[in-house]
């Protein structure tokens, strides 16, 4: 197949339609005034920011937000994350190499080793390194002086960091929101604009109210659909669009496959719940976590799913969307 050079590769895309400015970045309005507050305030003294932590469920615009900092501030952005610190030399080749006044960004910081965090104490509060050299008797500590620097941490799972390490975050901490439907029709109308993608506002509305409230997903099922009608050859008009994501497996109200499976086996197979989530798990073939941090949530949202101390129940809605009769246990 011929190449179009002058098209960005698709392991890029996600890079290009991120936004490069305030200005272009939709919803999450109190976080974006607050933050640019505080980067205001530091700039006028000549000071970098108090490091930031931003949580919420993946795909809301976590990373997004630490790349708009450091384009603010004129500084380098230095991203990696938490898996990806195994050992407390990781930290301190990371620590030592930064220039004044860089960023540091951390992805998925619950997932950082205890024993790391107790290194990265010092480094936010009194911007020092502390590391032991050798073993037993003859070991010392050396105290490396870094320079000023501003670490962004973003995480899935705020309850997953430690009390210690939540306290350090004194630029404050801020939650991402789902986003609205008008939001999301605006993130894919700027998508579909750099992609060179010509349709209307009715058929992005089809994709933005099957994306979750989630810019990511929105995105990604933007450009399955812009393949669907080139492969077919047929304009992205609302019938392209609603045929593609059918082909996709999510629905109008953006339920996957793996969505409704869950629910289906809630109601078919253990009528209607509760149900713990290890049997349900066990049932559906998926891992425990998977279920509780992908699927749920979402299920949740929407309010098709309740979680209860007993375990999980499909509720009346969950019922309707199915296309199920609401038994009148559900309705108790």
């Not at 309005?29 to 932590?53: C, F, Q, Y």
């Not at 990696?80 to 992805?107: H, K, M, Q």
């Not at 965090?117 to 480094?123: C, F, K, M, S």
């Not at 700027?190 to 989630?214: F, K």
Request: hydrophobic share 40%; with cysteine.
């Amino acid at each position: 197949m011929e190449k179009n050079l002058s098209t960005p590769p698709e392991a890029h895309l996600d890079k290009t339609l991120r936004p490069a400015s305030w200005d272009e970045y939709v919803g999450q309005e109190t976080i974006k005034r607050n933050v640019r507050i505080l980067l205001e305030a530091a700039r006028s003294r000549g000071h970098p920011p108090e490091h930031l932590l931003f949580y919420g469920p993946p795909g809301l615009g976590k990373t997004t937000l630490a790349y708009l900092i450091a384009n603010e501030l004129g500084a380098q952005l230095r991203a990696t994350s938490g898996p990806a610190i195994e050992r407390v030399g990781d930290l301190a080749a990371i620590l030592s190499n930064l220039e004044p006044y860089d960023i540091l960004f951390i992805d998925e910081i619950h997932r950082l080793p205890k024993t790391i965090e107790e290194v990265l104490y010092p480094a936010l509060e009194s911007g020092t390194l502390d590391l032991i050299i050798g073993k037993g008797p003859s070991a010392r500590t050396v105290q490396l002086s870094l320079p000023p620097f501003t670490l962004i941490a973003a995480t899935t799972r705020y309850a997953g960091l430690s009390a210690p390490l939540r306290s350090r975050f004194s630029g404050g901490t801020h939650r991402l929101e789902f986003y609205s439907l008008d939001e999301m029709v605006q993130i894919l109308t700027r998508s579909a604009a750099l992609l060179g993608i010509t349709t209307d506002a009715a058929t992005l509305r089809i994709i933005a109210l099957r994306s979750r409230s989630t810019p990511r997903t929105a995105n990604f099922l933007l450009k399955r659909v812009r393949d669907f009608a080139e492969v077919h050859n047929r304009p992205l008009d609302d019938a392209c669009a609603t045929e593609a994501l059918e082909l996709l497996g999510v629905d109008e109200r953006g339920l996957t496959a793996e969505d409704r499976s869950i629910l289906l086996a809630i109601i078919e197979r253990f009528g209607g719940g509760p149900v713990g989530l290890a049997t349900l798990a066990a049932a559906v073939s998926e891992e425990e976590e998977t279920i509780a941090t992908v699927h749920e949530p979402y299920l949740m949202q929407l309010g098709f799913l309740e979680r209860t101390p007993r375990g999980r129940k499909a509720t009346p809605l969950a019922y309707q969307h199915l296309n199920f009769t609401i038994p009148q246990r559900a309705l108790l």
